[in-house]
């Protein structure tokens, strides 16, 4: 069974999509609010992909992904990023790239998770 781990400071937005991929995917999902506990989760979890919003009051989510990538027990993790900053529009539909870095824009469909776990987790 895969193994997503969803960094995102919004509760809602993480509950849904936990559900709809747990429903959808047969992924085993944990959910962290607060990116100053991520790194800890993703050592306990051992995920196989990641989804990282962006934006977060905490810390930025480019930031998490360097400090992700800087750990050795994580650091091959793949990252997809969730942003609201890049629209459907601006972009093609689903998994795109930039600068090396997968994203997702938001408002993201199942269809779009599923698909990137189905890409990216082997």
């Known amino acids: 069974m895969k193994r997503i781990l969803i ?3 919004e509760k809602d937005f993480c509950f849904f999509v936990k559900k709809n991929l747990e429903e959808e995917s047969c992924c085993s999902v944990a959910v962290c609010n607060n990116p100053n506990d991520a ?4 050592k306990e ?3 196989d992909l990641i989804f ?3 934006m977060m009051p905490e810390m930025d989510g ?3 992904a360097e400090l992700l990538r800087a750990d050795p027990e994580v650091q091959f993790i793949p990252i997809v990023f969730l942003t609201a900053l890049v629209t459907k529009d601006e972009t093609k539909k689903g998994l795109n790239i930039i600068k090396g870095s997968y994203f997702l824009s938001k408002p993201v469909t199942t269809q779009e998770l599923v698909s990137a776990v189905n890409e990216l987790v082997k």
Do not use: E, M, S, W
């Open 62 to 64: 480019g930031d998490l």
């Open 52 to 54: 990282l919003d962006v």
């Open 45 to 47: 979890f051992h995920p």
């Open 39 to 42: 790194i800890a989760k993703a």
């Open 7 to 9: 960094i995102d400071d």
